[in-house]
């Protein structure tokens, strides 16, 4: 293995030596703008009328970015940029040929519909991070946070600002009012600021650009051109309170005798956001007692092997700069900072033989939140965010009708600091990051860790015009708890350290801590001519834990990587462009287990007609895993070769689809994966559109885990042919009475049924035939009595039971839907009116996926609620 890593990382190195930059050397355009004088004001109205406009010139010479790299664009484009002592303002002529043809869609805020027109500023000047502002030819306003030199585009960043657009029988034109107070930029006689103008013209689907970029660059911010002119601005500090009341009834069906369910609710609560300006480059921002009850709902998930099941961060505070507190430091969704895990499902359960009803909450309550971010013009990124959350308490009303409270999740503080710093020419950067959680741990709920550490370090270094770099990161953790707990982390199906063929790793119940480490290397080409490259290692130890406020999968892996791929850029007569990727990977355990190997070919083409088509396979002819036994041997799988087939059409058209199908195969039938995937967009008018996505899946598996029993006292692993089906639809439709006022609805029924047959036990699970690791119970051996919930097993046919299985088979169903109204009143306020409907329950496992749909969703009386949001943002 480490003969292999070495090769890999010579042979990067290699190529990084002798590759050239294909990319022309293009020359840095300026554009200088000038200082409105005090007695002449610019009102935003998109009509570029006013006098301010006349003490700049006209800036143009756009270039086509795609799909003809390099040539003069079909529509002119030009503009002007002024400033005053607070503001800088943007105004754009886009020409059109045919006004009548511009499209100009309605959407909520950030949806980048139709003709538009975008300016990026790189105010800090450190060619990595930037803020954008767009703007569409029907007045809809867009805005993003840019970070990672373009990788990453923030639309969570929703500054105030103003901007309006219009058309007239030369094109259409656009102005925009950017306070100098949602820009972060240093102290200085004269700024010197990147700058990008970018336009999208929808019916060439074209894009071109004021400065000029190759398609083969390494990255976007750090090819910007230069904004001059800029004169004893000054840095305006930002001082934002945002008070919000919420009223919410919720109404359900009302169980009988549960006075927890007695059929309806009522609450009435408030909160404070606040956003303060420390110095113009560093925001204080605080949140007390927020509310997420406009966030969409989770989509439905089942996982049948045991890990955790990640889910995208929705809520406002917590995505808003979470770039700055983002350390992904493997692959998947590692990472050191989760914020879905403030604010999560209390972790603490009521069991008794008392209990007679539970009122149980559905999430921890956030006391408060801070969160200190931004980077300096010394190209220091800082990070800090401390929250906490409250006790949390389940109600019990026990068999007597007596009432207690019992503790479900302490009183929790989390910490997360972060620090970055830019050198050599801003081409790399160092940087840190430290995590805490402390929690106030009682008596009853000592199973949960009582404190958890992690922190790290990372790098990257780019050169020969960032065209190669190079990049690790390295991790630690390190866990405090009882007895209980620490043990109980030792068994998860994150570590697994019962596994009984596992030399290096081992239970020991008698210990209160645990520390383990992490991290990646890795190598390779991001920019210039047609191939880019990369090669690299990742390691997790067995002891490294992070799911206290960080989200890890699994541990003890080490991981080997490489990829290549190779890019067609120049459109030609068939396709706009095009990409093939080779990849591969291998895995092993920290004992040295060779566990899998990887061979994967995948690839893109964009037609000429902006239709498109993505396939790819893959070979694994190896694959063993220390998890699938939970705690058991090592098991190995037979082979499997999967390949997947997607294909749409034109995205910018009124009615817009993609198709999709994917198969998997595995060896001697071992298990197999079908999916079909069907979405498509329907904009029939302007102010309209509709979405649907739907998924059906069939996922047999003949050795799908089922328990662990105890047989002669060793342990019996019990596994089975499961038929798994799965079907989900996400539903969504947004209409815009204006580009402030909208009704958007998101629903999606989910629904997953599990029948298992053919139960079979474990012999040797790391057999290279199927036949040989199971051996399937006899006729005799299993059976199941009328009206019996479990299967009982004679396996030495003695007529004794050695022991049972309770039925496995599942089906489970659930339903959520929002239908929001959204009103920014002014800038920055708004009014949430929200109907959430839900139901989750258990369906028929005789019963087909279509019926159990009908009976569980279409026919169930459903929890709603009912939601009224009003903010109010004070800018002060």
Not at 548 to 564: M, P
Not at 844 to 860: F, H, M, Y
Request: glycine share 8%; aromatic share 14%; proline share 4%.
């Amino acid at each position: 293995m480490i003969d292999r890593l070495c090769m890999v990382f010579i042979l990067m190195a290699s190529f990084s030596i002798i590759g050239q930059n294909d990319s022309a050397n293009i020359v840095k355009r300026t554009y200088t703008t000038a200082v409105l004088p005090h007695d002449i004001h610019i009102v935003i109205d998109g009509n570029l009328s006013d006098d301010g406009w006349n003490i700049v010139e006209w800036d143009g010479g756009f270039t086509v970015f795609d799909p003809n790299n390099g040539e003069p664009p079909s529509q002119r484009t030009k503009f002007k940029i002024t400033y005053d002592d607070r503001f800088l303002y943007v105004g754009v002529r886009c020409y059109d040929s045919v006004p009548s043809n511009i499209e100009k869609r309605l959407a909520r805020r950030d949806n980048f519909a139709g003709d538009w027109i975008e300016i990026n500023i790189d105010s800090y000047n450190d060619k990595r991070t930037g803020f954008s502002f767009n703007v569409s030819a029907a007045g809809v306003k867009g805005d993003e946070f840019i970070s990672q030199n373009g990788d990453n585009w923030d639309d969570s960043w929703n500054p105030i600002w103003y901007t309006a657009a219009n058309i007239d029988d030369e094109g259409w034109t656009a102005e925009m009012k950017i306070p100098f107070s949602q820009l972060k930029f240093g102290k200085k006689q004269e700024q010197v600021w990147g700058l990008q103008l970018n336009r999208r013209y929808f019916r060439g689907e074209e894009r071109s650009l004021w400065q000029p970029m190759q398609r083969d660059a390494p990255g976007w911010v750090s090819e910007f051109g230069i904004l001059k002119g800029l004169i004893n601005i000054q840095p305006q500090k930002q001082l934002e309170i945002q008070p919000f009341v919420v009223n919410q009834f919720d109404t359900y069906p009302a169980e009988v005798n549960n006075p927890f369910r007695d059929g309806n609710d009522f609450r009435l609560n408030g909160g404070l956001d606040a956003k303060i300006g420390i110095t113009n480059d560093l925001t204080l921002d605080l949140t007390v007692n927020p509310d997420f009850g406009q966030v969409d709902a989770d989509p439905g998930a089942i996982a049948l092997d045991g890990f955790q099941i990640f889910f995208e961060e929705r809520r406002p505070f917590f995505i808003e700069n979470k770039n700055i507190f983002d350390y992904e430091f493997a692959d998947g969704n590692d990472n050191l900072f989760y914020s879905r895990r403030i604010g999560r499902d209390p972790q603490g359960f009521v069991v008794g033989d008392d209990v007679g009803f539970v009122d149980q909450p559905k999430n921890s309550t956030i006391l408060g939140a801070a969160k200190f971010s931004g980077k300096t013009k010394n190209g220091w990124s800082l990070g800090l965010l401390e929250s906490v959350t409250g006790n949390m308490y389940a109600e019990i009303q026990d068999t007597q009708g007596g009432r207690r409270k019992e503790l479900v999740e302490p009183l929790t503080n989390y910490l997360v600091g972060r620090v970055q710093k830019d050198f050599n020419d801003r081409n790399s950067f160092i940087g840190g990051i430290f995590t805490a959680t402390n929690r106030n741990l009682p008596e009853n709920l000592n199973f949960l860790r009582k404190e958890a550490y992690s922190g790290g370090f990372d790098f990257r270094h780019s050169w020969k015009e960032r065209n190669y770099y190079l990049e690790g990161n390295f991790v630690g953790s390190h866990i405090v708890g009882s007895e209980e707990a620490i043990e109980r982390t030792q068994r998860s199906i994150t570590h697994l350290f019962q596994r009984v063929d596992a030399g290096h790793v081992q239970v020991d119940p008698d210990r209160t801590s645990l520390s383990g480490t992490g991290g990646k290397m890795e190598l390779g080409k991001a920019g210039g001519g047609s191939w880019r490259y990369n090669g690299g290692v990742i390691w997790r130890s067995p002891e490294l834990e992070l799911n206290d406020v960080g989200f890890l999968r699994q541990a003890d892996e080490i991981k080997q990587y490489a990829s290549l791929r190779r890019l067609f850029l120049r459109p030609t007569n068939f396709y706009r462009t095009a990409q093939l990727e080779l990849e591969q990977y291998t895995t092993y355990d920290f004992e040295g287990n060779y566990n899998r190997i990887q061979y994967e070919f995948q690839g893109f083409i964009n037609y000429k007609n902006n239709w498109w088509t993505e396939a790819g396979a893959a070979h694994k002819p190896r694959i063993y895993s220390n998890t699938v036994l939970r705690g058991g041997p090592r098991w190995r799988w037979s082979e499997e070769n999967f390949w997947y087939l997607f294909f749409g059409s034109d995205a910018r058209k009124k009615f817009n689809f993609t198709l999709g199908y994917v198969n998997s195969q595995a060896g001697e039938n071992n298990f197999s994966l079908v999916r079909y995937v069907l979405r498509f967009n329907y904009q029939p008018f302007d102010a309209f559109s509709l979405s649907v996505s739907s998924e059906y899946e069939e996922n047999p598996n003949k050795t799908q885990y089922v328990t662990e029993r105890s047989f002669n006292n060793a342990p019996r692993y019990i596994t089975a042919n499961i038929d798994q089906r799965t079907f989900n639809t996400s539903i969504r439709f947004n209409y815009s009475l204006n580009s402030n006022l909208s009704i958007q609805y998101y629903g999606e029924p989910f629904i997953s049924r599990g029948i298992y047959t053919g139960f079979n036990y474990v012999v040797d699970p790391i057999a290279k035939k199927l036949n040989e690791r199971v051996t399937l119970y006899s006729e005799g051996q299993i059976s199941r009595p009328n009206g019996e919930s479990a299967y009982l097993i004679d396996e030495n046919l003695d007529g004794v039971t050695d022991y049972q299985i309770e039925d496995p088979d599942f089906s489970f169903v659930q339903f959520r839907s929002n239908l929001v109204l959204r009103w920014e009143y002014i800038p920055g306020s708004e009014i949430f009116l929200v109907w959430s409907q839900g139901v989750v329950g258990l369906g028929d496992t005789r019963e087909t996926l279509g019926r159990n749909l009908d009976n569980q969703i279409l026919g169930q009386k459903k929890d709603n609620t009912f939601l009224l949001k009003a903010t109010y943002r004070f800018i002060l």
